[in-house]
């Protein structure tokens, strides 16, 4: 942490005085407008600011940008938008509105509240003045649920807390988001934070009642671009790299981290330079009674819009361990980390990756990920289940408007990870931070089919559905098949016969229903049921059907999805 404190201090010292263009702070992850922009996406199918982009999410001035542009078309006859799309353009642009240079009378509430708060519909309190803008929201969260296995101990959510956004001479950006959260997960929750020592998506935590959890989620970081085409992003939360459901580069299931982050975007190329200090497993992660050790991540994406329609990306992620300090070897922003890992003695977790991802129509996307840990092209051949031909696989499609219905859209997304994928011969150096993995949620060693469907028949009304089913091999307390990725590469039980998936088998089906209704602007009546079965040849089967209703203002809805 003081080697990321210190380089941000130095880079901020030499170039600060290059700082001379506007600086946007980013939307946040689980964002209420991500749907309506992979719909402009799509529909604009050339648009370089959309495309080009794949480390989510959009920061706020891009997402301005795109919308104003999607405007200006619509209102020229160009582009055809449902009065759904016109609702959700609005809402963006509103949501935004420190970057709209048109009329924004429209933004402004009919009565304020004392003439100090809500005077805008989208924020409780906001300042916009010369060099200075300030948007402060109360976030909240309340779900009460009813399970078929209820056992006296009520499933609930309560979330609150503050989200506080600005901008400063229109150069330094900042955000910051802070709640306070107690938790009475399903069973399945339960089970995973008893075995991880971790709730998945927050960090440190405390037992409440002894079924639930407390924890606190704060993240935040400051923003500045220089030089017109880079823009500086420092602070602590999470990050994804990907256009699915799922992400097998970097997502953002679990545990923020302190980052700095570098996006260089010139001409038909964006490179992300990312640097994350991490918390390597440990078993007594939250007895707060000692300081963490410490790990660190170099990642770096390049994509590059190979055509009007077509993007390609290269992806690379190297995990080292230090005794507490940084590498400088992996300071280096040039692409090509793995040449670093070699010169430092090949000791550490180094993944390579391609995707790529198509607008074709302006109705459908196709995507797709492939993440490389190690490969032997002649083992692979083989055909013998060789356990180091670690890679896995994403393919996925996006439809919209899907048979001439507006604003129906689907999505259907298949992903499969090998065996001991994302693990290593060191405990440290495992794809993992906090006890939770970097990448996938179930880690390895599966097969994974992912069904949504989504209907906005009118403006404040949305449905979904979305059904997950999945393969995995199951490891024992005496066996390792490759599926738990903090377990060290050399338990292994042999070289050779690891199938897809490997070991006892268990199959999973996740179906949920959604219906989501906009009472006014960001706050939502939430209703939901959710069908999860479990069968394995090892442990123990886990079966629910759990119905929730719950209420959010200013925040992402908390997902069981795994």
Known sequence: MQFIVKTVACLSIAIFPLISYSQSTYLPQGNKHQPFLDRLEIRLQRNLQLNVESVKSLNRRTAVNVGEYADSLYKAGALELSKVDQYNLQSLLMNNSEWVQGDKSSFLSRKSVWNTFYKTQANMVEVNEKDFFLAVNPVFQGQIS???????????????????????????????????????????????????????????????????????????????????????????????IGNGYRSLFLSDFGNSYLFLKISTRIWKFDYTNLWTELTPQTIRINSGDKLLDKKYAAIRHLSLQATKWL???????????????????????????????????????????????????????????????EFVQKELRAGNGWWANKFGVQLGAKYIDAFKVKNLDLQGELNLVRPFTYSHYDSVTNYTHYNQPLAHPLGANFVEAIGIIRY??????????????????????????????????????????????AGPKSTGVNAQLLVSYELKENLFVDGSVMIRKLKSDVITDRNINLFTIGLRLNMYRREYDY
């Not at 005496?478 to 897809?500: A, C, P, Q, V, W």
Request: hydrophobic share 35%; charged share 20%.
């Open 146 to 240: 009813e399970a078929t296995d209820y056992d006296g101990k009520r499933i609930f959510l309560n979330t609150k807390g503050v989200a506080v956004r600005g901008m400063i001479a229109n150069k330094i950006g900042f955000s910051a988001y802070a709640v306070d959260n107690q938790e009475r997960g399903p069973q399945f929750l339960q089970d995973r934070i008893a075995s991880t020592n971790a709730v998945p998506g927050v960090g440190f935590y405390k037992r409440y009642n002894q079924t639930g959890v407390d924890y606190f989620d704060a993240r935040g970081s400051i923003n500045f671009t220089a030089a017109k085409y880079l823009d500086f992003q420092f602070g602590y939360d999470k990050q994804f």
């Open 456 to 501: 906005q028949p009118i403006p404040k009304l949305t449905a979904s559905a979305r059904v997950i089913v999945w393969n995995q091999g199951t490891d024992t307390a005496n066996s390792n098949f490759g599926t738990d990725i903090f377990k060290m590469n050399h338990t292994r039980n042999g070289d050779y016969g690891y199938k897809l998936p």
């Open 311 to 373: 993007n390609v990306g290269l992806f690379e992620a190297v995990i080292f361990g230090r005794k507490n300090h940084f590498d400088f070897t992996y300071l280096n922003p040039v692409m090509f980390l793995r040449v670093s890992e070699q010169q430092n003695g090949s000791a550490d977790n180094a993944i390579v990756g391609f995707d790529f991802k198509a607008n074709v129509a302006k109705k459908l996307q196709f995507y797709g990920q492939w993440t490389i840990d």
